[in-house]
């Protein structure tokens, strides 16, 4: 720094000393005095323009000499706060590089589907379909941007007129201040202009940016939880989510970003670089070649950094990898003695992520010192230059004020657009993400189209029915399945893990469609029925599982009947066995469960999820394993309840524990997705086959 003093002293010839002491020394009462009562409230102006005045005292001091030791300190400190403002630019920059890279790897570890699916195009349509809803927001959003960009290229003009002002005040030593009013108001009426629109870029760009992502966040969730339910099979549910949350987060700020910055950004560097050229055509060449070079150099350099981060930061995931796997395991660990092994591996995965960081952070560190030089270097180029057009005459001290003020403006405005590169890339991927599941159609529509059946009997009819799941294409799960089950019959399944039981009661959900053959309800296709009517009153589906929602037991019940009054809820409750645990909590029916149901027992959400299916009064019934979960208390209770419930329905009874269900009239023997045998307990008994060996296993247990 001291350096640049040397070089300016040089050229420093003329001297009016009186006249840089009270400049530099009368600047702060100069500005209390004339500009700040009036402009009190805007004190970014006043920043603006304090920074603006000390550069022209700069470069006025330029031709003059220094007091004393206290003047240069002074203005080296004003120097260096002038710097430090230009060189934050390229600090911002270098930040965000650094946080695009962390970004940047989570986009890569999400999985192969997404980066499959990161070349998705873009769906410019849907985008201009989305800003058409939200015109008017768009157009005030992008016209106030524009004139903040405008505005920008304009005050370093009225700036210069300021300090030319101020300089001729010095130079005939008179302090006129009336002549620094004209100036110095137009500035302000440009910075409150400049603020006004600001706030309403800002603003609507902020309601347009909120209206558009709400927008899509509920068409998309509508469409995701429409979707059929092999989308699910094949789709991770971390990955769903991340596409309503971070994935519309991030294309919003993408989209705002780059209306406002990124017009801003671009409207600034033509205008300035207009004005640079009209201010000086010689100094607008000089840097005109050294600003694109650095840019170019600092690009870069800055993709190096970059691939070095990534790989810091694949490094560390995967030591953290390492832990999380052998914390999850401590048993199987404990169990070998393997701790001192665990250890070892991940001290090993830590060095190499402390290597890596550490290469990083030299990288960082030179990357940052050499441009903080570079740009310090350029503004003393700058001034150099423009020291000694100032001196020639070629330029007078507003003009190399406006000046500088332009490069800045030009310089941040370039390494906005660097940052907002990057940015706009990872929206355009998000947006595609996003619109993506916008568009998909389910096969099987959730809607009431289709038949209903008055009077339901609950016949049920699988008839030459093959069936395989969509992302396992290779092999039929159902083959040529045949079954029937008569008004009112219990037709027990039971069979092997893996034979296709929960399958059959998936498919007459029809949460698939089948491959070939025909399901009927009484005697109607399923595929013509109306897909509500048949999951919400036909049907009573109870799983192995059962799926609590974290609010009350009442509304958990009404899920299946949501106009059901509190006496039906109660009555379901005592037909499952449920009311008299329910009425024993200090809250009752305004219990809340806690999420996934965990307050209660196994056994106790069980019954919970048969009162939430009986409410609805379905014809048909399907319990798939209900007991299998539970311990064998629980599994008692929860039998007493199934068989106290059954009767009156068509019921599909998937069961593990073949003592539970030797009163059923049909017994359904799988294997393969095959029926092997077929007959009540007594018959598949006498026929000493698969049922009975399976049976008598399970009486020895
Ligand atoms: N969602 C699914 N996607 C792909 N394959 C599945 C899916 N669900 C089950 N399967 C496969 O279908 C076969 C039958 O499964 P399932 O009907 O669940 O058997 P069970 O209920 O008798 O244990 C198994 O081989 C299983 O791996
Ligand atoms: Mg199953």
Redesign the pocket.
Known sequence: MSLGLLLLKKIGQNSSRRCINSFVFNQRSFFSSIIKPRVSALKQIRNKAGIGLVTAGFGYVAWNEFESYQQIEFLKRKIQEFLDCIGDSFRVQCDSEIKQNRTAFYEQTIGLDKNKKKKENFDWVELFKLIWKEKFYFLAAVASAFMVAMLNIQIPQDLGNLINSVYEMLKSNVANYESLYKPALSLIKLYIVQSLFTFSYIYTLGVMGENMASNLKNNLFSKMIKQDISFY?RSRSGELIDRLTSDIQEFKSSFKSCISQGLKAATQIIGCCVSLYLISPKLTLITSLVVPTAIAIGSFFGSILRKYSRKAQAQISKSTAVADEAINNVRTVRAFAMEDYEVEIFADEVEKARKLNIQLSLGIGIFQGVSNLFVNGMVLGVLYAGGKMLVSNEINAGQMMAYLTATQMIQRSFTQLSILFGQALRGLSSGARVFEFLKLVPSIPVDDVGAKIENLKGEIKFKNVSFR?P??EEAN?LEDFNLEVKPGEIVAIV?H???????VCSLLERFYDINEGKISIDGIDINDLSPNWLRRQAIGYISQEPILFATSISENIKYGKPDASNDEVMAAAKLANAHDFISSFPKQYGTVVGERGTTLSGGQKQRIAITRALLKNPKILILDEATSALDSKSERLVQETINNVIKGHTVII?AHRLSTIQNADKIVV?HN?KIIEIGNHKKLMALKGHYYSLFNLQSYE
Not at 497 to 503: L, P
């Open positions: 099979d799941y992302n396992r799960v069979g893990s893996g034979s296709g039981k929960s399958t998937v799988m997705g």
